[in-house]
């Protein structure tokens, strides 16, 4: 099993920035790919990107391409999600999720964490 622990979220002003962590357990955190989803007050949870086992491949909704920055140390069993310029639009609880292939639905992913908010003021 995986545990995954979600830190960094916060409120800041639109044009800001904000850096997700993820801290999952267990020793086989390199065998799973990881994604980050979200999801509004009254709206369906929502991909915003996925990255693989090794971290050499990414996939960005299109809504967060060129703002949004996932990484993953395996050493540390972390994963990191820089967010910049930020827009009233991705206020949302954040979640960090592991799964065995990388993909953009959320049924891929085995294990979630509790989220962390992210409030983003116009």
């Known amino acids: 099993q995986v545990q995954l622990v979600e830190s960094g979220g916060g409120l800041v002003q639109a044009g800001g920035s904000l850096r997700l962590s993820c801290a999952a357990s267990g020793q086989t955190f390199s065998s799973y790919a990881m994604g980050w989803f979200r999801q509004a007050p009254g709206k369906e949870r929502e991909f915003v990107v996925a990255?693989?086992?090794?971290?050499?491949?990414?996939y960005y909704a299109d809504s967060v391409k060129g703002r949004f920055t996932i990484s993953r140390d395996n050493a540390k069993n972390m994963v990191y999600l820089q967010m910049n310029s930020l827009k009233p639009e991705d206020t949302a609880v954040y979640y960090c999720?592991?799964?065995?292939?990388?993909?953009?639905?959320?049924?891929?992913?085995?294990?979630w964490g509790q989220g962390t908010q992210v409030t983003v003021s116009s």
């Open positions: 999720a592991a799964g065995p292939s990388y993909a953009t639905i959320h049924v891929n992913y085995n294990y």
């Open positions: 990255i693989s086992r090794s971290g050499r491949s990414t």
